[in-house]
């Protein structure tokens, strides 16, 4: 069957299995290799990718749901050379090790501070309890989160265009 | 502005160097690798523990028009590949041919053209089995009726692996005979698994015309493994490269050789193109190297208010092949550290080691060779012995310490402890937990009914394997090496053996160069996971990269340093006697002025002038590093919870970790290690654990089943340190990886028995402590984890 879907603001249509599933067409399909994929079962969440802003396991979406929609991946969240926020976060809060959670975390967290800017603690672990990381014991991803969400208000405070500060 | 503490040339919390492409989604993880005419293999696996097989019927699958091979043990067997050594002089099959032995056994292996054909191929394939008897208590496996799981082994007429005793047990009697008290306890450390969240695999690669194999796999240990494939498959070892690229976490289990990687090996060799093999998130939990299953009854003495004696004795489940990672003269590994931080008068451990109806490994979760078991037995049976004599945890471990003065410690098993100060760090936690407002709390709350426990841990890890002579896996000595190249322009790049899952390898090597050289880190690439790139070494796990390979690298780059002295000399028209160094300079004494940075040897070291008398050119140097003794960190661990009186609910609400790992070479990785570590440590005492039935049917297939925490059920760490360095190592660092998963699940399991010893006379619960086993508990009926 064919489909067609938006990915990272770019309209995309491939001939595929119906029963391909959207972490295989990002990855295989498309290459796209930042988006992982590690359970099966839509536990551990390193499949997590946008769809239409809000976070989906992409394990547990078949590429043919995902039609029509807009995808969006890590590989979209750089623009123009300028880190995102939360990824930034990651970097300055030391909130990865291994990296094979990273991008399905920054994922939930870019969709947690567009609908909640300045996010609680408890909220901010709520919103990644989707998701299982191995490595750093989440203290560190949720000071990630936190970062990012203060040097956004930071940033909205001084204004559009203003670069974010490391 | 980043600080200058964030900008170090040296130790110090350098952001790490690896995270700019892991952020941007750009790791380069083995299912990441694609190449060109790539098949893909699957494999099929046994659904019973223990059969015979009668037939194997691929005529089906064969016929799937995307099937390019399928092999099964028969295959195997024409190639002398059906099996193939573990790393512990057992045998393990590669596909079965005679019967499988646990659930989730490979039977066979299907080559196609994708992932999902090959899948539905493993569907067509018609195995036939005679069912036997499963084997899955470790307690009745040497029953004189127990069938013989191993009988394709000649001289294999039980399920006995072996008996292994340390310390001295004559001794350890009479030291119990004069007690004045002993407690015993009977406690399980239950089958658990590392699943790292990236799961295991291969693309392998064999050039039919030039006899290269290129491997890229999932392993903490690409040397070790480069080796094994020379051993298991006749291949020229030199003819081998293993590339280990971003691995997603390992925490032990990457270190064994599993099936599905050789199978990868004949499928590419077979069809003349490169197979891709994954194993799903079951496949992981069901075949590949569990931890832990340790079954042990434990003893302990005290004399005057103080702890004199330990004696254990434990059943070790190793499932269906003794595939466990442990120095060949330690079958039990390092278990025999379970003396842990005391200063005993007399310790006797016994460990027997049986076969069973379930996976082979165990692997070490995050542990150094059974030291978590060791740790858990000693801190379990220190509360329950302050329970008896009714004394603080606290005290009664402060009363018993190896005192400072005492180190380097001669435990009783034949270990000789570094160093360490351990009333310190006691003393540390008790502070950032507020101890005492702790008890007060909880007196309040007993008088309320409410449930709330402290729990104390303090372990001694011994990490960091280890003396060649002592310690070697399949005969492969445990050293590591390491070379050093200086650049013309004084960029280096440092070539390490251990392979980094996540510790930051790339960040914390290059800091230790920088520390020594004076070369910004920024200057210095770390090369790693490639066996074509890297020197010789066993690899990273039993925390032994920072104690090994650390050194190798301090040492690796103190050459150069004394190199680029010798050329400064001829610089400067001096003496090298006459040179003092700086970070990054040496100078003349006396005239600061005059002086050479590293920089400029690393020029004059590939120049056209006349280098001095007997100094070739460039700037570089190798070593392999051969550790004289291993190094012993210690920590202070204190974990509060909150027990549902309703639900049986175990909450942590906080935990206090307090470790002392030497010098810390980057503060902020150590503390990630940290938290890690604790993460994984309180899902292993409250939610994690592979069980079976009574058939041998693994009951934790999946992350429905095999339950890690997520954000919810860990607390906000709060972390403390000390710093007693180790004396031999170069630059005075121990490990730390493991330590926090050593340590903390006997704090938790201490806090929920502190909880409910008072008002439910509850003295023991296994782990993992669920809501419906702690329930159990309660009512008094508490029940074995499996």
């Known amino acids: 069957m064919q489909v067609t879907m938006t990915v990272n603001g770019e309209e995309v249509t491939r001939e595929i299995e119906p029963r391909l599933l959207l972490v295989h067409f990002l990855r295989d399909t498309l290459g796209l290799t930042g988006t992982h994929w590690g359970c099966d079962t839509s536990n551990c969440g390193a499949c997590v990718v946008l769809m239409d802003d809000e976070p989906v396991k992409s394990c547990t979406v078949l590429a043919a749901m995902a039609g029509g929609h807009a995808i969006r991946t890590i590989e979209s969240m750089e623009r123009d050379g300028q880190l995102d926020p939360v990824q930034q976060g990651f970097m300055e809060e030391h909130g990865l090790q291994c990296g094979f959670c990273t991008p399905g975390m920054i994922m939930t967290g870019r969709a947690l501070l567009d609908r909640n800017a300045d996010p609680s603690e408890a909220e901010i672990r709520e919103a990644i309890s989707g998701q299982i990381c191995r490595c750093t014991g989440y203290t560190n991803i949720v000071k990630a989160i936190q970062w990012a969400a203060a040097h956004e208000a930071a940033d909205a405070t001084a204004g559009a265009g203003e670069e974010v500060t490391a | ?786």
Request: hydrophobic share 40%.
């Open chain 2, 1 to 786: 502005m980043a600080t200058v503490e964030e900008r170090p040339i040296g130790f110090g919390r350098l952001k790490r160097k690896e995270d700019p492409r892991f952020i941007r989604g750009q790791g380069h993880y083995v299912d990441d690798v694609n190449l060109p005419g790539m098949l893909h293999g699957a494999v099929l696996r046994s659904p019973l523990a223990h059969a015979r097989i009668v037939s194997i019927d691929t005529s089906a699958a064969l016929a799937h028009p995307k099937v390019r091979a399928v092999i099964t043990g028969k295959d195997l067997e024409g190639l002398n590949l059906a099996w193939m050594p573990t790393l512990s002089y057992d045998t393990q099959a590669v596909l079965a041919t005679d019967k499988v032995r646990f659930q989730g056994q490979e039977v066979a292996f299907v080559v196609a053209d994708d992932r999902y054909a090959a899948r539905d191929a493993l569907e067509l394939i018609d195995v036939e089995y005679d069912a036997l008897p499963a084997v899955v208590d470790a307690r009745t496996a040497m029953g004189a009726d127990a069938p013989v799981i191993r009988d394709d082994k000649e001289d294999q007429t039980n399920n006995h692996i072996f008996d292994w005793e340390a310390g001295d047990r004559d001794e350890t009697d009479r030291v119990f005979a004069e007690a004045d008290v002993v407690v015993t306890r009977d406690m399980i450390y239950p089958r658990c698994h590392p699943a790292p969240l990236e799961t295991c695999g291969s693309v392998a690669h064999m050039d039919a015309v030039t006899g290269q194999l290129t491997l890229w796999t999932t392993t903490q240990a690409p040397h070790a493994h480069r080796t094994v494939y020379a051993l298991v498959a006749g291949l020229p070892e030199h003819k081998i490269r293993i590339i280990s690229p971003d691995i997603g976490g390992g925490f032990g289990n990457k270190v064994p050789v599993y099936p599905g990687y050789v199978c990868s090996i004949v499928g590419s060799i077979l069809t003349g193109k490169p197979v891709k093999w994954m194993e799903d998130r079951s496949e992981n939990l069901t075949s590949t190297g569990f931890a832990r299953d340790y079954i042990m009854h434990g003893e302990i003495a005290a004399k005057d208010g103080k702890i004199v004696g330990l004696r254990v004795d434990t059943i070790a489940d190793h499932g269906a092949f003794n595939a466990t990672a442990q120095p060949t003269k330690y079958p039990a590994g390092f278990f025999s550290i379970f003396t842990g931080s005391y200063d005993l008068q007399a310790a006797h451990c016994k460990v027997t080691g049986v076969y069973t109806n379930k996976a082979p490994g165990g692997v070490a979760y995050r542990c150094s060779f059974r030291v978590t078991e060791a740790a858990y037995l000693v801190e379990r049976m220190v509360d329950a012995l302050a329970l008896e004599m009714g004394v603080d945890p606290i005290e009664l471990r402060m009363r018993s310490f190896i005192r400072p003065e005492q180190f380097p410690y001669a435990n009783k098993t034949g270990w000789t402890y570094d160093s360490g100060n351990y009333e310190a760090a006691m003393r540390k936690a008790m502070e950032i937990a507020g101890y005492d407002e702790l008890r007060r709390e909880q007196a309040e709350k007993r008088a309320k009914g409410e449930l709330m426990g402290i729990g104390v841990s303090f372990f001694t890890e011994t990490v960091g394997a280890g003396p060649r002579a002592h310690m070697d896996i399949l005969g492969l000595g445990m050293a590591d090496g390491a070379d050093l190249r200086v650049h013309p322009t004084g960029k280096a790049v440092l070539g390490i053996s251990v392979q980094t899952q996540g510790q930051g390898h790339e960040t914390t090597f290059a800091q230790i160069v920088a520390e020594e050289l004076g070369i910004p880190p920024e200057d210095i690439e770390v090369v790693h996971g490639d066996t074509d790139r890297t020197p010789y070494g066993l690899g990273t796990y039993g925390s032994r990269s920072t104690p090994v390979s650390g050194a190798a690298a301090a040492v690796v780059a103190r050459k150069v340093r004394d190199k680029a002295r010798l050329i400064a000399a001829g610089m400067l028209e001096a003496s090298p006697d006459d040179l003092e160094w700086e970070k990054g300079r040496w100078y003349v004494k006396g005239d600061p002025e005059q002086g050479k940075t590293i920089q400029e040897v690393a020029m004059a070291a590939h120049g056209a002038a006349d280098l001095p008398e007997g100094v070739e050119g460039a700037l570089d140097a190798t070593t392999v590093y051969n550790p004289p003794n291993l190094t012993f960190p210690f920590g202070a661990y204190i974990c509060v919870v909150d027990v549902d009186p309703g639900t049986a609910h175990v909450k942590v609400r906080r935990f206090i970790a307090v470790d002392d790992c030497g010098v810390r070479i980057n503060p902020m990785i150590v503390e990630g290690q940290i938290h890690g570590g604790l993460a994984e440590g309180v899902g292993i005492a409250l939610m994690e654990l592979i069980a079976f039935d009574e058939q041998g049917n693994c009951l934790g297939g999946s992350f429905m089943d095999y339950l890690i925490p997520t954000a919810m059920e860990v607390p906000d760490w709060e972390l403390g340190s000390t710093v007693t360095p180790s004396p031999h190592h170069p630059i005075g660092a121990k490990g730390v990886g493991e330590s926090p998963n050593v340590g903390s699940p006997p704090a938790v399991v201490n806090a929920v028995i502190d909880a409910l010893h008072q008002s439910h006379g509850v003295t023991h619960i296994d782990m993992p402590m669920t809501p419906a086993r702690v329930w159990a508990a309660m009512q008094g009926r508490p029940e074995p984890p499996q």
